[in-house]
């Protein structure tokens, strides 16, 4: 950067050189530390290149530990290379059930979203095998963040399906790319035992990164996003440092950005150790405020309460949910399960006097953290 000695930025210029390197949808140009899983990936995914079903695989990885990026990556090559192979992401947190990945397969296959009413999922599937054969073509699904398909149930439906296309439908060629950040969640207990005897899946581990595995990684987005001098070496050794506290990536990538946006605002050409500081106390959340974006009006509303009457028994915080959205012990239940799955909510069980055990709910945040992404 030009101008000032002072170290103060003028009013056309900015600490950024490129601000959409930090967006979440930026695919890296290099994609580095993650060569065997990319290799065993490819593997499993090569047969479809010569028209035959390729292996089924289970990714398994915590949070920002670059799995959607490796998909993305062989997808981005195979639509390049292979053009008898049709690929498919489908997102399982916006679309959660066998119909919806159905309807986005379907989406893809003919370019126009189906019908939203009236076409039973039979006819939707018939309709998606059918140009596939017309076609050609070998078709590989990702279903990213399967365990939301856990969590509404609809996980062994889904992959029954997919997984017995070649049988029910002649001459489709269907494999499936099941991706988790659950490590909970064991896919393959999981699933039905229908399930479990047709799928016999290759598996690849995402380790989260090492410090030097982020400085590394970070390094380059830093160079392509910031000018040059804007963060210097022990700067950015800080924000690994924070980065492998969480161990996904994501919160390195939000700080970078947090901590420009910091430093521009003081008018500043460089960041500081306080602008990251400072940043990491927003970042440090981006996991959660991911498991929020998506979440039901009543799964929201389950939140809100147990955030304002928090510690409390589960009892009564059902009794004040009931109040508010009429929803029966049941669905509550299931809602309790899930956000405790995602992490949002911890449960504990104590002994109460009176009443023997009796299970506590409680957030896994502190509550304003919550709200606040709440909206
Ligand atoms: N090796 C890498 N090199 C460059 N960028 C990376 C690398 N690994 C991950 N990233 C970046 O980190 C962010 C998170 O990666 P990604 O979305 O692939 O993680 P994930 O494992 O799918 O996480 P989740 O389980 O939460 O969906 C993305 O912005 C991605 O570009
Ligand atoms: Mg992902």
């Not at 995914?45 to 695989?57: C, E, H, I, Q, W």
């Not at 062989?74 to 947190?93: D, H, S, Y």
């Not at 389950?302 to 028994?313: D, I, P, Y």
Request: hydrophobic share 35%; aromatic share 8%; net charge negative.
């Amino acid at each position: 950067m030009t101008g000032d000695p002072d170290g103060m930025l003028s009013w056309d210029e900015s600490v950024f050189r490129d601000e959409s390197v930090f967006e979440v949808d930026y695919v890296p140009e290099t994609f580095k530390h993650r060569e065997s899983q990319l290799e065993s990936l490819k593997y499993a995914l090569r047969p479809a290149v010569r028209g035959s079903r390729p292996l089924n695989t289970v990714i398994r990885g915590p949070p920002g530990t670059g799995k959607t990026t490796a998909v993305q990556k062989l997808f981005g090559e195979l639509g390049v290379e292979a053009p008898n192979v049709r690929t498919v992401r489908v997102n399982c947190q916006v679309d959660s059930t066998r119909y919806a990945v159905f309807s986005r397969l379907f989406q893809s296959v003919f370019d126009y979203e189906p019908p939203s009413s009236g076409v039973s999922f039979k006819k939707l599937f018939e309709q998606v095998s059918d140009r596939l054969v017309e076609e050609d073509e070998v078709l590989i699904v990702a279903l990213d963040d399967v365990n939301y398909l856990f969590y509404e149930n609809e996980a062994s439906d889904t992959m029954y399906s997919l997984l017995r296309a070649h049988e029910t439908h002649a001459g489709a060629r269907i494999g499936v790319v099941v991706v988790s950040s659950d490590l909970s969640l064991s896919v393959m207990d999981e699933l039905d035992s229908r399930v479990q005897s047709v799928f016999r899946p290759e598996d690849i581990y995402f380790p989260p990164y090492d410090a030097p595995e982020i400085v590394d990684i970070l390094r380059e987005r830093v160079e392509r996003g910031f000018h040059e001098g804007v963060l210097s070496a022990p700067e950015l050794d800080r924000v690994a440092e924070l980065t492998a506290d969480s161990g996904d990536l994501r919160v390195g990538i939000d700080l970078l950005r947090r901590a420009g946006l910091n430093a521009e605002m003081r008018g500043s050409r460089t960041i500081s150790e306080d602008d990251i500081e400072e940043a990491y106390e927003r970042s440090k959340y981006v996991h959660l405020a991911r498991s929020l974006r998506e979440l039901t009006d009543s799964e929201r509303a389950l939140v809100r309460v147990v955030a304002e009457h928090g510690g409390e028994q589960a009892g009564d915080v059902y009794d004040v949910f009931h109040e508010e959205t009429d929803l029966g012990y049941t669905r509550y239940s299931e809602i309790v399960k899930k956000l405790e799955q995602l992490g949002v909510l911890e449960t504990e069980y104590a002994d109460v006097e009176g009443r023997g055990r009796s299970r506590s709910l409680s957030l896994a945040y502190e509550p304003e953290a919550v709200l606040d992404r709440l909206e």
